[in-house]
């Protein structure tokens, strides 16, 4: 009987040793596993402090001048004639974008004589042209592109997600070669629309409005676009519209202002460009017809333009 009893005391101190090293194992274990978290869990939160304190001081530290403005002279051509003049300011540095349209029927000095934008381009072409409008506007631009309609429509087509735009107004018009009604208001417009409301004729703000919707298409599609959200296709679509163009722009050009343009890019919320009217008085009518800018036009487009 006592050995019986001995036997069984053994039995359990056996039982209670292990049930005691399992139980520290669990410990151990269980113990490590959460030092384990908590130790991972503060390196994550340390790396998001640190990051965000990174980016932050990226953001500060991010410093451009003038000399880092970039200003691109657009013209639009429809049927082998000039319809639009759109200078486009790029600016990191005051962190905006600016776009303003000159009408087609903008008198310029050329030589010894006045003569419309439109013109002097027909018969002197771009680098006149240019010239001649840098003189009048007091703006230097960088680089030029010339896009026809066609190409245009190749370029909203590029970002396959069509232009949106504000239609100022509801659009009525129907001869041989051009048939378009639209109503007004906030529009998803597709290529053929976008090069539709190019051509119209019939703006109630007459051809000075037809001038400043260049600008408006223009700034839209840079609202639109040049985000950081596509930053990682910049590439891409530098060299899809730099082929739809006629343009001294080459590649030296676009790896200097990259920079600046993806800064612009990361601080856009969909309206960094802004549009700026040149103002003017039209005189005459029909053929005759003639727009000369505002004396103060210099000082008002340097406050875009720089």
Known sequence: MALWEKKKTKRRMSNALIFLLAF????????????????????????????????????????????????????????????????VRADPALTKLGAAAFPRDM?????????????????????????????????????????????????????????????????????????????????????????????????????????NVQAQIVAALINQYMTEARAGQADGDFSTLVNLVKSDILVSHYTAAKPGLAYLASRNSGSICQVLEVRGEYQGSGDALRFYADEPVVDRLKELFG
């Open 24 to 87: 520290i194992v669990f410990l151990l274990v269980f113990g490590g596993l959460c030092l384990w978290a908590v130790v991972k869990i503060n390196e994550e939160r340390l790396a998001g402090e640190s990051s965000a304190v990174s980016g932050f001081e990226s953001s500060r530290t991010v410093s451009f001048t003038q000399e880092d403005a970039r200003n691109l002279l657009i013209v639009t051509v429809d049927n082998d004639q000039a319809q639009g003049f759109v200078a």
């Open 107 to 211: 008198v310029v000095d050329y030589e010894t004589s006045e003569i419309r934008l439109y013109e002097l381009y027909a018969r002197q072409g771009i680098a006149a042209t240019r010239t001649a409008l840098e003189k009048t506007s007091g703006v230097t631009f960088d680089n030029y592109a010339v896009i026809t309609y066609d190409n245009v429509a190749k370029a909203v087509d590029h970002f396959e997600a069509g232009l949106i735009f504000n239609l100022p107004e509801d659009l009525d018009y129907r001869d041989d070669s051009l048939t378009i009604r639209m109503t007004g208001g906030l529009k998803t417009l597709t290529s053929s629309q976008v090069v539709d409301i190019l051509r119209y004729p019939s703006w109630h703000g007459g051809r000075k409005q037809q001038a």
